[in-house]
């Protein structure tokens, strides 16, 4: 019964448990049969180890002088599983292999060697090539020419078996390969432990460990003369290592290795053109007006600046909060800030009661949803403290023994000082909501750790699209009365007012601001609100006062518009332009080794050819194509994934004073597909409206009137419903 | 978008360094003692 049970429990096991224990069973076996050698090297290596430590210490602490190590003597080993001569002739090889280089004899002797093995390479090609090219006109012929109606939507008898047969068993294949990756990466301790047996099976291990073991007899000996006999057992080593395993194996790690490099550097080149442009955003004033025409990615790089302006305005108060910290160490901050964690939640608490329309029983005064009720909520705290001067009102700060002032030599601030500017800077720092406004939508994906202090993930780089949809947040709905100090659109409206700190994007503001000349005919006096009595402007030149919090605006102001003459003077005398000139093409910072970019360039464009040509002339589906289609749409697939992740523009920008007078600087604006276009915006955000009347108006390219030749009639001209042909009907009558 | 050219002289350094590489390995095994 023992037993019975015991083979139930094996079934319930996972089977790919039994493959990994397989596997490393086998990897086992290979140490056993095959590897001898790399362990008996492992051994001596050890033992080097093991002797040149205690020569380290026999120098270093006894001050030892008659004595050596093993690390720099040959080992004895047989090679006669690696090379055809045994290791002192190894060694004495390197004596005489300067001289055996830079002999012409020798040389010679390797064209000619190399010259046999390409000339039979060759001769290969001469019967492959052509063999290539006949099957690829075959195929043309097969493929191209005319199929037949009744053939239409059928899949030909070779594809049909194949889709039947043969694909339900690859994908069954791919599928549990896949599963079975997935399994090891979840289980790392069998990841680990085949990739250890593997680095001593293929001698890694010996050089590590003779790595270490010469660093300790150098450290302490410091005999240059040790040098060449080390290097003649690393290179025993390397090449035990690499008659390990296939080339094919070498090879496969190389590529991996070298990806990796040219990844690294990618991202890197990446993250530096993101500090550049952060320099270069930092450089403007508060508000910036981007101007290009059409296509000429205005809306990309206001958007591309509106998310990095985010993103710094969370580094910058936390280096402000650290600061902060710092000038009264031992204060309690994780009390205050649970405090004011409990503040933001009663608000949220009080604002669904009074959405409610329960009276709410949480007083106004015991929360905090912006800057100011910080101020205030800190405020009430140091009125109670005065009044009741107790560790329990300061946090359990011990102010008898530690210090309620602080002195920069510049003034002297007082704990509640800092405090009120703390609370506010923890608010801009540690709120979870997008404090981008725009008119717009802008999606942001930074997230926080949810640490004691939490910490910001801000990389626009690395994620997936499938991890940053998880974190996504959409910036608020502009208002404009926020900003209007005058006449506003609604009466009593309770966002005015309310703006603070963040980032306003505004795409065309030409068009809703209007120039001087646009708005000669809004009165000031006029009852109805307009650009001349809102006050709108004045907001903007007085924007930092509302925004500043340790003598930082926490705001900026974005914009995009075809021309800077399209926004009134008074507005615009406050921004930068920056003037917006040719894109580069794209320009990608890894595209794949050779293979990737091959596929993309050459091959791809000559199968759309072919494939054009064959949906052209026949209806019926073939396996071929299929075959070759589905193979090619995977690699075009990667080919467009590293292009979408690595992939940049450069953006040259001339930027000038708002009043367009006076000097231009020039720089470079970049901007990354995977930061900017990873569903950040809409380039076509206005078109729900023009939507809307295109449905309404119920025609279509069906029903527009043609003309009737090339030279157009009257009544043709008529229909335009032009100025232009209302003028030359008034002339015509003259 | 790279022309096919391109591709063939990536393949020829390449091979060019497989050719110079393949010098210090085989001249190794050529020292004759």
Known sequence: ?734 | MKKIWSYVFEIFLVLLLAFFLGYFLYTFFAIEI
């Open chain 1, 1 to 734: 019964m023992k037993v019975k049970s015991f083979f139930r429990r094996l079934k319930l096991v996972n089977h790919r448990h039994y493959i990994a224990l397989g596997l490393i069973a086998v990897s086992v076996l290979f140490a056993v049969f095959k590897y001898e050698l790399s362990y008996i090297r492992l051994f001596q290596s050890l033992m080097d180890l093991v002797d040149s430590v205690v020569f380290y210490f026999c120098k270093t602490f006894l001050g030892a002088e008659d004595i050596t190590a093993s690390v720099v003597e040959l080992p004895k080993v047989d090679l006669s599983g690696v090379v055809s001569f045994d290791i002192e002739i190894f060694a004495e090889k390197f004596n005489y292999y300067w001289e055996y280089f830079f002999n012409w004899k020798n040389f010679s002797n390797y064209f000619m060697y190399v010259f046999t093995n390409i000339s039979l390479f060759l001769s290969l090609c001469s019967i492959l090539i052509p063999i290539f090219m006949l099957i690829v006109s075959l195929i043309k012929r097969v493929y191209l020419s005319p199929g037949d109606e009744e053939d239409k939507h059928k899949d030909t008898e070779n594809l049909e078996y194949f889709k039947r047969v043969i694909e339900p068993k690859i994908i069954k294949a791919f599928q549990w390969c896949k599963s079975f990756v997935e399994f090891m990466l979840s289980h790392r301790k069998y990841i680990k432990l085949l990739i250890l047996i593997w680095i001593m099976n293929l001698n890694m291990a010996t050089i590590l460990v003779g790595v270490v073991a010469f660093y300790f007899y150098f450290i302490s000996s410091f005999n240059f003369a040790s040098i060449p006999p080390v290097f003649i057992k690393l290179a025993l080593d390397l090449f035990i290592m690499f008659a390990g395993a296939s080339i094919f194996l070498w090879l496969t790690l190389a590529y991996i290795i070298v990806t990796r490099i040219l990844k690294k550097r990618a991202y890197r080149i990446l993250q530096h053109n993101e500090m550049k442009n952060r320099g270069l955003i930092n450089a403007q004033p508060l508000v910036t007006l981007s101007c290009g025409t059409m296509g000429s990615k205005k809306t990309s790089s206001a958007v591309d600046m509106t998310l990095s302006t985010s993103v710094m305005f969370k580094d910058k108060a936390l280096e402000f909060m650290i600061a902060h910290d710092m000038k009264f160490p031992n204060f309690p901050w994780l009390r205050f800030e649970e405090d004011l964690k409990e503040c933001y939640e009663k608000h949220i608490a009080r604002q669904d009661l009074i959405a409610k329309g329960l009276d709410s029983v949480i007083p106004v005064e015991e929360t905090i949803y912006n800057l100011a009720s910080s101020k205030y909520w800190v405020v009430s705290k140091a009125e109670a403290w005065e009044k009741e001067p107790t560790k329990e009102n300061l946090w359990g700060y011990d102010f008898e023994r530690y210090s309620m002032t602080y002195n920069d030599d510049l003034v002297v601030y007082h704990l509640f000082d800092v405090l009120i500017e703390y609370a506010q800077l923890y608010l801009i720092y540690v709120i979870e909501y997008s404090f981008i406004f725009g008119n717009l939508s802008v999606r942001e994906d930074m997230y926080s750790d949810g640490g004691f202090l939490p910490m910001w993930n801000t990389d626009f780089f690395h994620r997936t699209p499938q991890e940053s949809a998880l974190t996504t947040r959409f910036a608020k709905i502009f208002d404009y009365d926020m900003f209007r100090l005058g006449k506003k659109m609604i009466e009593n409206n309770v966002n005015s007012g309310a703006f603070e700190f963040g980032v306003v994007i505004l795409t065309e503001i030409g068009k809703e601001r209007k120039n001087n000349l646009e708005n000669r005919e809004n009165k000031k006096k006029s009852e109805e609100t307009n650009q001349n009595n809102d006050l709108f402007n004045t907001t903007l030149k007085m924007i930092r006062h509302r925004a500043t919090v340790c003598y930082y605006p926490f705001v900026r102001i974005i914009t995009d518009e075809q021309r800077p003459e399209s926004w009134g003077a008074d507005a615009r005398d406050l921004c930068s332009v920056m003037e917006l000139g040719e894109s580069s093409d794209l320009i990608v910072l890894y595209r794949g080794l050779f293979f990737d970019g091959f596929v993309h360039d050459i091959i791809y464009p000559k199968f759309q050819n072919f494939y054009l040509e064959m949906r052209n002339l026949r209806g019926d589906n073939t396996l071929l194509v299929y075959l070759f289609k589905n193979v090619l749409a995977l690699l075009e697939n990667r080919y467009d994934k590293l292009k979408n992740r690595f992939g940049f523009y450069q953006l040259p920008v001339t930027i000038r004073d708002g009043d367009l007078n006076g000097e231009c600087k020039k720089a470079i604006y970049y901007i990354s597909r995977k930061k900017t276009y990873s569903g950040r915006f809409a380039t076509d955000s206005h078109a729900d409206f023009f939507i809307r009347m295109a449905f309404k108006s119920g025609i279509g390219l069906f029903d527009f009137v043609e003309y009737q030749d090339v030279r157009q009639t009257e009544d043709e001209m008529k229909l335009q419903n032009s100025y232009f042909y209302l003028d030359m009907s008034k002339w015509s009558k003259i």
